[in-house]
T-cell receptor, first 111, second 112 residues
Framework: NAGVTQTPKFQVLKTGQSMTLQCAQDMNHNSMYWYRQDPGMGLRLIYYSASEGTTDKGEVPNGYNVSRLNKREFSLRLESAAPSQTSVYFC??????????FGSGTRLTVV | SQKIEQNSEALNIQEGKTATLTCNYTNYSPAYLQWYRQDPGRGPVFLLLIRENEKEKRKERLKVTFDTTLKQSLFHITASQPADSATYLCALDPDNFNKFYFGSGTKLNVKP
């Protein structure tokens, strides 16, 4: 009964370092998403994948890349981290209009 | 520009009363609107979805209305309990691509 699993839960990076946030879902959902949440800004869509093999940009894609590795997994990569990317990152999945299932988030600090 | 507005001030109410939260939007004509609950340090949890042709939707103590003329959704919790204390987010799908955009949420505090 895992739902959406995100790793790691916490991460501190130095400016310029790279890292990949991992996300996996076990609900056989077609669509997967990456959001970031900042105080007062709400959730902002970074990238989404409507189905395996497809990805598309959201509201704030600059500085990020994604890979839909298979139907279960959708990873988010920061190639050269910047302090402005300090945030809480949420992965979500959905099927049709039944509502998103979110992971528990990754808290990223870039110093 | 497109906007989804929720009251940034916390809503404080007494246990047993009805809580009403507001979601206003501009420059959208969404086919769907969702409401989520988020507890501190956790991801949002889906509560309800309402379609543009539905004026009202209910689930247990929750009620959502959707007024496409006013561009507004109201979220009601009746007989509120301290356990209902959380941040509530609304989300819209403006393009019917199952890609939702979120408001920044309203924090609800229910006092015993």
């Amino acid at each position: 009964n895992a739902g959406v699993t995100q790793t790691p839960k916490f991460q501190v990076l130095k400016t310029g370092q790279s890292m990949t946030l991992q996300c996996a879902q076990d609900m056989n959902h077609n669509s997967m998403y990456w959001y970031r949440q900042d105080p007062g800004m709400g959730l902002r869509l970074i990238y989404y994948s409507a189905s395996e093999g497809t990805t598309d940009k959201g509201e704030v894609p600059n500085g990020y890349n994604v890979s839909r590795l298979n139907k279960r997994e959708f990873s988010l990569r920061l190639e050269s981290a910047a302090p402005s990317q300090t945030s809480v990152y949420f992965c979500a999945s959905s099927e049709g209009k039944l509502g998103y299932t979110f992971g528990s988030g990754t808290r990223l600090t870039v110093v | 520009s497109q906007k989804i507005e929720q009251n940034s001030e916390a809503l404080n109410i007494q246990e047993g009363k009805t809580a009403t939260l507001t979601c206003n939007y501009t420059n959208y004509s969404p086919a769907y609107l969702q409401w989520y609950r988020q507890d501190p340090g956790r991801g949002p949890v889906f509560l309800l979805l309402i379609r543009e042709n539905e004026k009202e939707k209910r689930k247990e103590r929750l009620k959502v209305t959707f007024d496409t003329t006013l561009k507004q959704s109201l979220f009601h919790i009746t007989a509120s309990q301290p356990a209902d204390s959380a941040t509530y987010l609304c989300a819209l799908d403006p393009d019917n691509f199952n890609k939702f955009y979120f408001g920044s949420g309203t924090k609800l505090n229910v006092k015993p």
